[in-house]
């Protein structure tokens, strides 16, 4: 459902379920790779695909462990825009249960790993986005769910509305719907994780942080937003 | 010895938002605060403006329908009923007694979501982690209902000018009364969960008091206007579509405070719940869709209805030209309206109040902005 | 008043020799509907005619919303009347700007909460540098609806001491409420 962006890397391996084989035994999955994969059987445990030294011990890279931590513990910046908020609520909340992809929210952008721009954004709120963004420590990923913030959607003609946030900040990981479903979203972070591993292991992981996320338009008529605060507030205080 | 009036003192002003987990969207505050006092609060507000008023004028009838949707995406049914009652209106036409009943149950069931989504995310507001969860639970029930009818969680696009756009499934009864059994216990836990909660009433107990006639000045409506005990609710002042046949209380608070505005909306959810049980005892079989054309070429005019949104009174003003397309049409949006009492309510009272104040008043920041 | 056909609208230049005609509307003819008062809304009207007297200077109605229009400098007395008199409306219910091309509508909707009834102001303005009397004094929720219209359709509120913008920001040029303002199709931004 999901629809990757800005990663022309090859996909990581997936892994397709097969049905149990009794000539075989235990359980295999079948890889992109090629090949099988045993998951071991009973008190048997699966040899390690990893390749190991010395019995007991685990080689890879450190790329791929501070890969699999990252992507198993995302942090979102708590920030509903418009209507798909409600269904990212919904997503967060008892029936879907975000929490066991270690998916949890944090009020602040400067502990958040993952913004979602979930909702309508218009011009007026353009500069406080960017701000949000910048405030966010690297690496830091974005996922425009829903058409407005893809593309404008239902209000492409509108003289408010930017025509997707990916004209002020650049996106990781596009949902379609509106809303998209609860699923919906949360195929995108399976994507986003599964981003995260292959980046990691393409040494992709370099070209995300420093300047040449930012994209390089100019938000010249959005609203002088930080202007707008008295003077006695601190620029940092603008993000709540 | 020093007084106080010996101290230069300075206001400091403190920004909320536009982007505040107790904001509920992207509103903004600004307080002005002496220490812990708050001394004045100048809001602002236009940060989801997406000019829907301006773009149903090039949208025929029946794209407005979806632009409503997404204006009050809390109560979407509730919108949708609120514009083709307008559309009917001016159309001259009728939609049928069991169109009716179907739209009447469905906008109270999305009453009771809306409200249920009101209590959890004003008990985190507050400090209170449990009954957003509970809240949370019912809601999805209902949303299971939705898209079980109308094929969509949140975007129905259900309602026509003149009737509804599908029959509702066979299962429509027995389904909803089961549900209503289900999501009435939920409301009950969370009643009993938060409304007598030493803490919960400690925070909004004579927090955010306005009196009535303020209020009405205001242009508060709905809960928030009968927590200050005016009883002004447009299904029984200026009935609609089939409430009169129906038989309810609409609860009035005596306060004005952040509690009676909570405790109402828990009360009027059993009523809803209660309305709807006897609209399936009366759920008559029959059309869905009134006679006539499909597509919408109402005769040059103006009218002006309203019906009551869980927020409050929800009125549109359509203009036509004669045209396929509306000349124009302006939505009194009950949240933007209560935002005017909102200063007038936190001047005095401390910074963490502000946050219950703005909670209480149940804003919607897609019906503030349009 | 009549909804211009685009393709007309785009063709109509280029005929510049011809004397600028209205391009001819395509669809069926427009119908007027007839404005009639109920029972309730002819009641509604006895009270608000007596209760404004000579400024009404035109009025009618539909359903139980009967309308006055009253000229745009004794709008402000008459909302008072309104407010004050037997008729008692309390409530500023709606308030909207209608763009006629020609001359801005200014209408508001009053309610009474003690008896349930609703009547509908309405007062032209030009449509250059259009202006009216702030009904702040009256009702505090004209203060927000005021500075909405403001935005969208450049009317001037004397009396109203706030008039910043409230749903566009400041630099945004242009009222797009008004029939001129070009909705764009995709515009990259
Ligand atoms: S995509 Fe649809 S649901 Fe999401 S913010 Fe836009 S209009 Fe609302």
Partial sequence: MAVEGNNDSQSSPRFVPQKWDREKGGHFFHTDEGGDVSLGKGNHPAPNRIPSAVPGVITGKLDDLIAMGRSNSLWTLTFGLACCAIEMISTHMAHHDFDRFGIVTWPSPRQADVMIIAGTVVKKMADPIRLLYEQMPDPKWVIAMGTCATSGGPYYKSYSVVMGVDHIIPVDIYVPGCPPRPEALMDAFMKLQSKIKSDAKNGQIDDLSGEQRIAPVAVADAAPVIDAVPAEVPAEETAG | ?370 | MTEQDPKAAAEAPKEAAAPAEKPARHGPPIVIAEEVLNERGEQTAAQLASTLGTLVLDSAGREDNPWVRVDAKELHAAAKKCRDGEIGMDMLNLMLAVDWVDRIQMIYVLYSTTNNRKVILKADLPAESPAIDSLTDLWEAATWYERETHDLFGVDFPGNSDMSPLLLYEGFEGHPGLKSYPLNDYEEW
């Fill in chain 2, 1 to 370: 010895m020093t007084t106080e009036s010996q101290f230069e003192t300075v206001d400091m002003m403190l920004n909320m938002g536009p982007q505040h987990p107790a904001t509920h969207g992207v509103f903004r505050m600004v307080l002005k605060v002496d220490g812990e006092k708050v001394i004045d609060v100048i809001p602002h507000i236009g940060y989801l403006h997406r000019g829907t008023e301006r773009l149903a004028e090039v949208e025929t009838y029946g794209q407005v329908i979806t632009l409503f949707d997404r204006v009050d995406y809390i109560a979407n049914l509730n919108n949708e009923l609120a514009f083709v009652r307008a559309g009917e209106q001016i159309m001259e036409v009728e939609a049928p007694e069991r169109a009716q009943y179907i739209r009447v149950i469905l906008a109270e069931l999305n009453r009771v979501a809306s409200h249920l989504l009101f209590i959890g995310t004003y008990a985190i507001d507050l400090g209170a982690m449990t009954p957003v969860m509970y809240g949370f639970r019912e809601r999805e029930r209902i949303q299971n209902l939705f898209e079980h009818v109308t094929g969509a969680r949140m975007m129905h696009n259900y309602m026509r000018i003149g009737g509804v756009k599908a029959d509702v499934p066979d299962d429509f009864v027995p389904w909803v009364r089961q549900l209503i059994g289900e999501v009435r216990k939920g409301v009950e836990e969370c009643d009993k969960l938060l409304s007598t909660n030493e803490v919960f009433l400690g925070r909004t107990r004579g927090v955010g008091v306005i009196d009535g006639p303020t209020a009405i000045s205001c242009g508060l409506t709905g809960p928030s206007l009968r927590g200050s005990g005016v009883a002004y609710d447009v299904r029984k002042d200026d009935p609609y579509e089939i409430y009169p046949y129906l038989n309810y209380k609409v609860p009035v608070g005596e306060n004005g405070d952040c509690w009676d505005r909570y405790y109402l909306r828990m009360l009027e959810c059993y009523e809803s719940l209660s309305m709807i049980e006897q609209c399936l005892d009366q759920f008559p079989e029959g059309p869905i869709m009134a006679a006539g054309r499909r597509i919408a070429r109402p005769p040059a005019g103006e009218v002006f209805s309203h019906s009551e949104n869980p927020r409050g009174d929800l009125g549109v003003y359509l203009v036509s030209d004669g045209t396929d397309k509306p000349y124009r049409v302006k939505i009194r949006p009950p949240s933007f309206c209560n935002l005017v009492g909102l200063a007038t309510m936190t001047r005095g009272s401390y910074i963490a109040d502000a946050v219950a104040i703005l909670g209480s008043l149940d804003i919607v920041l897609g019906e503030v902005d349009r």
